[in-house]
């Protein structure tokens, strides 16, 4: 597929059925459940959503957060599952990167995507997601 068929862009209000619907296919429901609570995440001061737009279709998405100066975390990043490998989803990282103002990318990851997220210069770092609302009074560490 040529890269030039898809358009990126900054996330705007025209494109949030079109995020969500990717958001539903992949089962993320805090991004699907409430439109107005995924468009305020989606477009809050100090993020960065880029879409990657074909044939007037989202066909993908990134969102980075970022202090604008230094540090910058990608959040989320979906792209259909009929068009992956195919540089939609790197060119949608190098784009959102760029827009944050950021000088490095941290992000976790979910099994399975290594081989995408190695394909970019890294270091590699362990992480966390952590729940302040689980404490050990229900039993997690």
Do not use: N, W
């Amino acid at each position: 597929m040529s890269q030039q068929a898809i358009r990126y862009l900054p996330m705007a209000p025209e494109h949030l059925e079109g995020v969500i619907r990717l958001c539903v296919v992949e089962q993320y429901p805090s991004y699907s459940e409430d439109a107005e609570r995924t468009r305020r995440a989606l477009t809050a001061p100090g993020v960065c959503t880029v879409v990657a737009v074909k044939e007037g279709r989202v066909v993908g998405f990134a969102q980075m957060q970022s202090d604008g100066l230094i540090q910058a975390h990608l959040t989320l990043i979906v792209v259909d599952r009929d068009l992956r490998r195919r540089g939609i989803g790197a060119h949608l990282v190098r784009e959102a990167f760029a827009r944050s103002g950021g000088q490095r990318v941290d992000l976790l990851s979910t099994e399975g995507a290594d081989d995408f997220y190695q394909s970019f210069v890294h270091k590699r770092f362990p992480g966390y997601r952590i729940y302040p609302q689980i404490g050990p009074e229900h039993g997690e560490r």
